[in-house]
């Protein structure tokens, strides 16, 4: 009997917990929307919540923890009912697909980029999802072990640099205060490439696209040798 009622005091306590985590992430994930990473702060969270600073330290171990949870947030919102590939699809179709997602999860918070490239796979398990699918539709396609390993890990790291690369770039006003026409006359070909990249509200897609294709024609080349 006494032990029975330890156990659910135990479970008690432990969804208690997990609720008030969940109530943190989503606190850090407000804060994030509005100010990105760099004004996210424990006592920001703390102050949202109307908790005290320290409190946060009973439901995680440190920022990073917390980061690392937000990380998880971002991506298993977004990667809900996502599967390796089926029969029915070409491993090029799915990885494009696959990689396009995690781009746009990390694109829906400023500072997203940041936030899941630096997380750790075993806190960020959808993360470690998102690598085990990629590595299970290649081989399953006929890559072999090593090639599906460098394949997969290029495209995911070309997303995590573009997406950050992308969060990065200068806001129009510092844009502006620059000496834009000196700097491209020092740097012509810069310009130009630059003046490619920029063309169209949907450049950013474009680009990153076109990295990514140029990543799995690479990889056909590898696969076929």
Same mark, same amino acid.
């Given at each position: 009997?006494? /032990?029975?009622?330890?156990?659910? +005091?135990?479970?008690?306590?432990? /969804?208690?917990?997990?609720?008030?985590?969940?109530? !943190?992430?989503?606190?850090?994930?407000?804060?994030? *929307?509005?100010?990105?990473?760099?004004?996210?702060? =424990?006592?920001?969270? +703390?102050?949202?919540?109307?908790?005290?600073?320290?409190?946060?330290?009973?439901?995680?171990?440190?920022?990073?923890?917390?980061?690392?949870?937000?990380?998880?947030?971002?991506?298993?919102?977004?990667?809900?009912?996502?599967?390796?590939?089926?029969?029915?699809?070409?491993?090029?179709?799915?990885? /494009?697909?696959?990689?396009?997602?995690?781009?746009?999860?990390?694109?829906?918070?400023?500072?997203?980029?940041?936030?899941? *490239?630096? *997380?750790?796979?075993?806190?960020?398990?959808?993360?470690?999802?998102?690598?085990?699918?990629?590595?299970?539709? =290649?081989?399953?396609?006929?890559?072999?072990?090593?090639?599906?390993?460098?394949?997969?890990?290029?495209?995911?790291?070309?997303?995590?640099?573009?997406? !950050?690369?992308?969060?990065?770039?200068?806001?129009?006003?510092? /844009?502006?205060?620059?000496?834009? +026409?000196?700097?491209?006359?020092?740097?012509?070909?810069?310009?130009?490439?630059?003046?490619?990249?920029?063309?169209?509200?949907?450049?950013?897609?474009?680009?990153?696209? +076109?990295?990514?294709? =140029? !990543?799995?024609?690479?990889?056909?080349?590898?696969?076929?040798?």
């Amino acid at each position: 009997m006494l /032990t029975g009622v330890v156990n659910e +005091a135990k479970e008690l306590n432990a /969804t208690r917990v997990d609720r008030k985590r969940e109530q !943190i992430v989503l606190a850090s994930l407000e804060l994030l *929307a509005e100010g990105g990473l760099g004004g996210l702060s =424990l006592r920001d969270v +703390a102050k949202k919540l109307d908790i005290k600073a320290p409190a946060i330290y009973w439901y995680f171990k440190s920022k990073a923890e917390l980061v690392d949870c937000m990380a998880e947030a971002i991506l298993s919102e977004r990667f809900a009912g996502a599967t390796p590939r089926t029969d029915e699809q070409t491993w090029q179709d799915w990885l /494009t697909a696959y990689m396009t997602r995690l781009r746009k999860a990390m694109l829906a918070y400023p500072d997203g980029s940041r936030v899941v *490239a630096g *997380a750790h796979i075993h806190t960020a398990q959808t993360l470690a999802r998102i690598f085990e699918d990629s590595l299970i539709s =290649l081989i399953s396609a006929g890559l072999d072990q090593r090639t599906a390993a460098y394949t997969m890990m290029t495209a995911i790291y070309y997303t995590f640099g573009s997406a !950050i690369e992308e969060q990065s770039a200068p806001t129009a006003e510092t /844009t502006a205060s620059l000496n834009a +026409a000196g700097f491209y006359a020092a740097y012509p070909n810069i310009a130009s490439a630059l003046d490619e990249y920029n063309q169209g509200a949907d450049a950013a897609d474009r680009a990153y696209a +076109a990295g990514l294709d =140029l !990543i799995i024609k690479g990889a056909e080349t590898k696969a076929a040798t």
